[in-house]
């Protein structure tokens, strides 16, 4: 379980001198009423400021000891947090599924076959529609609070497209993972697909994509030919994740800490040896596989939630992410994510903000330059328009975010 936070005044967390000319193009962002730091001793600050120089954070102190800036952007009492990092999304596709939400809120089922109607709609979308469709999406999640964004192909299945699709991420987020092993397209043959997606697709997606996917549930694929995929992805210089026990049980999670996955992502059914399994992954040096909980994915299949308080008592890195796509979770709203997280998983401010942040860099192992703030790491800020975080559960779906700094530049 994660510690409570340590809620003190600010101290300095640099040597920089308060009376030292300003260096051109630095920043201070004073009038800070608290900053969640996410640091390893789990700070929330009061009275601070940080110090901006160009895509770093330089300071972080007391606002009376900070030290000269060129420009001084006063937020006027309002609460700052780490931008978030989500770490699982389904970006490219062209066309929404509403009518099958519809029936499911009705009662029907979810199945993975819904993907192959979002595959016909995205293929006959230009590259112009749909690089335009992901820029807005990603546009709405740092207008949310999202600084660091992941997506994933998986719409395309085909050696075109897959790559066309990863090409066109590539261009507009921060990591891209190859999910050819999302579906076996309608109508093709198992084996033969299996074969495209482990050779001629993986190459030719390769230049633009830094981690491999597979969908490892019924419907999808199994635990071998999962296996398989993943083996050959690795082999091929990717980073690993793996969709996992979302419908039901299943061996993903397992599958997942044996080859050494950065994730597993889902997780909605898990009995013990899943949760041990997970858990040992941590035990030794170095990360283990992360479990991502995707929250309004579970409300919108009326799946179980994800045991989130279960896996962190258990000493398993969280992270949660907004698995934005269109047939199960069509948002990007990070700050949902953590609301829920609080109001129907478990936990507290402090360890949905963590999962929704750390949590995400860890799965993307991305966070030694993201998912805290800290000196020296990248300057992503979200702040809010509160006087603190705790807001963001306090008054679930108002649109909180006052504004967002990426890399040292306003987004948002």
């Not at 050779?199 to 969908?215: I, K, N, S, T, Y």
Request: proline content about 5%.
């Amino acid at each position: 379980m994660n510690p409570l936070p340590n809620t003190v005044p600010a101290r300095t967390q640099s040597t920089a001198d308060s009376t030292a000319a300003a260096r051109p193009g630095s920043m201070l962002i004073t009038g800070i009423s608290e900053l969640t730091t996410q640091d390893a001793e789990h700070r929330v600050l009061h009275g601070a400021a940080v110090l901006v120089e160009g895509d770093r954070i330089a300071w972080i102190g007391p606002a009376e000891q900070a030290p000269a800036a060129e420009a001084v952007h006063d937020l006027g009492g309002r609460a700052v947090l780490p931008g978030w990092v989500d770490s699982h999304t389904h970006l490219v596709f062209a066309g929404d599924r509403g009518a099958e939400f519809e029936a499911r809120m009705a009662g029907e089922a979810y199945s993975a076959g819904g993907i192959g109607v979002t595959m016909e709609t995205t293929r006959g979308a230009d590259d112009a529609a749909l690089a335009a469709l992901v820029a807005s999406r990603v546009q709405d999640a740092v207008d949310g609070g999202t600084t660091f964004l992941e997506t994933k192909t998986g719409y395309g299945l085909s050696v075109e497209e897959e790559a066309r699709h990863a090409r066109i991420a590539a261009e507009a987020v921060d990591a891209v993972t190859f999910l050819g092993a999302h579906l076996v397209p309608p109508g093709a043959d198992a084996a033969e697909y299996l074969d495209q997606v482990r050779g001629p697709m993986l190459e030719a997606v390769r230049p633009h994509v830094q981690w491999a996917d597979v969908f490892c549930e019924r419907g999808a694929f199994d635990a071998e030919a999962s296996r398989r995929v993943l083996q050959d992805c690795a082999a091929a210089g990717l980073g690993l994740r793996v969709h996992g026990n979302q419908l039901g049980p299943g061996p993903g999670v397992r599958l997942a800490v044996e080859l050494g996955a950065a994730s597993v992502d889902h997780v909605n059914h898990l009995d013990d040896a899943d949760v041990e399994a997970l858990a040992g992954s941590w035990a030794g040096e170095g990360a283990g596989t992360v479990a991502t909980c995707l929250p309004a994915c579970d409300l919108s299949t009326r799946q179980p939630l994800a045991p989130a308080r279960r896996l962190l008592d258990a000493g398993v890195e969280v992270a949660l992410a907004s698995n934005c796509n269109p047939g199960t979770s069509y948002t990007t709203s990070m700050s949902f994510c953590v609301s829920t997280a609080v109001l129907q998983m478990g936990l507290s401010l402090h360890e949905a903000v963590r999962a929704a942040t750390v949590g995400g860099a860890r799965a993307l192992r991305v966070d030694d330059e993201v998912g805290s703030l800290e000196v020296g790491k990248r300057a992503d800020l979200h702040v809010l328009d509160a006087p603190a975080a705790i807001h963001l559960a306090y008054r679930p779906g108002m649109p909180l975010t006052h504004a967002v700094w990426r890399a040292g530049r306003r987004a948002a």
